[in-house]
């Protein structure tokens, strides 16, 4: 038969996977340098500038003392969750100073990730207020330092005064198989909510 579509005999195909944008975003020093390193496959793009004494009265150290060095521009990194699905992540950039750059950012991203200290809880509400408002489907991940009180996540979900739909989960941003269900959270609900908007108005 000369039209056919039997695979017999044929190499499977390579798929082309579908790629998604991902924002990671959250306070100064909560951990999204370490989040997109942890599960990067290629060596991630990071954009660290030594810590100046200038920066000091702005940049706030409280519980992340030992830190060093800051994300100026942001982080990129990317991970192959499935062989039909690659995530590009991009770090956003954790000061105030910055926020000029997060409309480029946004573009085009399907969802994000808003990372949290329970120590320092108050340094995430502007990103969640940035999502919120732009309709962009975040979760948010607390990330469990040692040393931090843990709170049940209806505490952080109320101190944060999240949507009842938004995704929230403890994680380890070091930790790839913890940052890697954290995305997977992110892209089904994205993928959710973007299913519901698409649905048919009923007549
Ligand atoms: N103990 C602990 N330290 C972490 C964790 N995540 C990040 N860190 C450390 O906290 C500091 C700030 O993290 P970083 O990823 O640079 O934060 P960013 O400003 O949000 O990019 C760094 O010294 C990290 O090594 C974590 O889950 N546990
Ligand atoms: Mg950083």
Redesign the pocket.
């Known amino acids: 038969m000369a039209f056919g579509r039997s695979s017999t005999g044929r190499r499977k195909r390579p798929v082309e996977p579908v790629t998604l944008k991902l924002l990671v975003a959250?306070?100064?020093?909560?951990?999204?340098?370490?989040?997109v390193?942890a599960v990067s496959e290629i060596r991630p793009l990071r954009t660290?500038e030594t810590l100046t004494e200038a920066g000091r009265p702005v940049d706030d150290l409280r519980g992340?003392e030992?830190?060093?060095?800051?994300?100026v521009a942001m982080?990129f990194g990317r991970i192959t969750v499935r062989e039909d699905l690659v995530l590009y992540l991009f770090?956003t950039p954790?000061q105030d100073r910055f926020w000029f750059l997060w409309d480029e950012l946004a573009q085009g991203a399907l969802g994000a990730v808003v990372?949290c200290d329970t120590r320092r809880l108050e340094d995430s509400f502007a990103a969640i207020d940035y999502f919120e408002r732009r309709g962009i489907p975040f979760a948010v991940a607390v990330?469990?330092?040692?040393?931090a009180a843990r709170f049940p996540a209806g505490t952080v979900r109320t101190a944060l005064d999240l949507d009842p739909d938004v995704p929230l989960m403890m994680?380890?941003?070091?930790?790839r198989e913890s940052v890697k269900a954290v995305l997977v959270a992110v892209v089904e609900h994205a993928l959710t909510l973007a299913a519901r908007t698409r649905e048919p108005a009923v007549t």
């Not at 994680?171 to 930790?175: G, I, M, V, Y």
Request: glycine share 24%; proline share 0%.
């Open positions: 959250g306070g100064f020093g909560v951990g999204k340098t370490t989040l390193g660290e992340v030992t830190k060093s060095t800051t994300t982080d770090g954790g990372l990330n469990c330092f040692e040393g994680c380890d941003a070091r930790d």
